[in-house]
């Protein structure tokens, strides 16, 4: 696989993985960085693998714009002079639900990419969601895990504006 195709494949992971996590180690995995090239797959591994991001990548477009279109009608119930909290909670229901899908075909691509692989690779791939768990929890607790220094109240904020602003696209 040249470099090209292995840096989408890569970020189309992290992507998928930050969107919607999947079962087991993944539960506690947003934006993890999987790099399958370090798992020595064969040609046939990497056509496989590249056949499931194509899977999902077609449900995450086709549902993304639902996603946001809810979003910004929730958005606009809740601005209104009277809003009508059973409309209100039917949108986010919808929401969810959608949200949800996702979360559901993320799952199933990761376990169908697990089937492609033999177990050392398979060991390789937990190893990587292990150092990635790690990672996201010493952030959670406030720890830069380059440097092992507390994370500025500022960065954190910023942080947190950008997740409501993506939802605001």
């Known amino acids: 696989m040249n470099d090209g195709r292995m840096s989408r494949s890569i970020a189309l992971v992290a992507f998928m993985l930050a969107a919607a996590p999947a079962a087991g180690l993944a539960q506690d995995c947003d934006n993890c960085n999987i790099d399958y090239s370090k798992l020595n797959l064969t040609q046939e591994q990497i056509v496989k693998i590249q056949q499931c991001d194509h899977e999902w990548f077609q449900e995450l477009q086709s549902t993304q714009p639902e996603i946001q279109s809810l979003q910004q009608k929730f958005r606009k119930l809740l601005a209104s002079s009277k809003p009508d909290a059973t409309e209100i909670l039917l949108v986010q229901q919808q929401i969810e639900g959608k949200k949800s899908k ?13 089937e ?40 954190l904020w910023n942080d947190m504006q950008n997740v409501f602003n993506q939802e605001a696209h």
Do not use: C, H, S
């Not at 996702?102 to 697990?114: C, D, G, I, R, V």
């Not at 690779?121 to 720890?143: H, M, P, S, W, Y």
């Open 102 to 114: 996702l979360k559901m075909k993320a799952t199933q691509t990761l376990l169908k990419k697990k």
């Open 116 to 155: 492609v692989l033999d177990e050392n690779q398979k060991k390789a791939l937990n190893d990587q969601f292990q150092t990635e768990v790690i990672k996201i929890r010493q952030r959670g607790a406030g720890v830069d895990a380059g440097t092992q220094q507390p994370v500025r109240w500022k960065k």
